[in-house]
């Protein structure tokens, strides 16, 4: 056996805790959940649901309560996670009260 055989195994991405994981975080945004949707204030600004061993997450490119363009992303692992709710908590404080 070589050094190598010993390494620590990355940890396993569990989708469902990322999820609810996930759902909190975007809860602390202020936005609320709606069938899988969240939304500020009636207008959706992302969704977020289990896809296989991932997690099938997308954000609108600008708010609008007509019909939100998303923008998809696959989350793989907690990085991903934590990317995603660093770029909509970035993206939420760009858009003004007059863009939802």
Known sequence: MSDDDWAPAAPLFKPDEALAGLRRSLRELGLAERAGVWER??????????????????????PSRNSPEWQGKTLKNSADVRDFVADLKRRLAGWSDRDD
């Open 41 to 62: 204030r009636g207008t959706a600004i992302a969704k977020a649901a289990i896809d296989g061993a991932a997690i099938a997450a997308a954000v609108v490119r600008k």
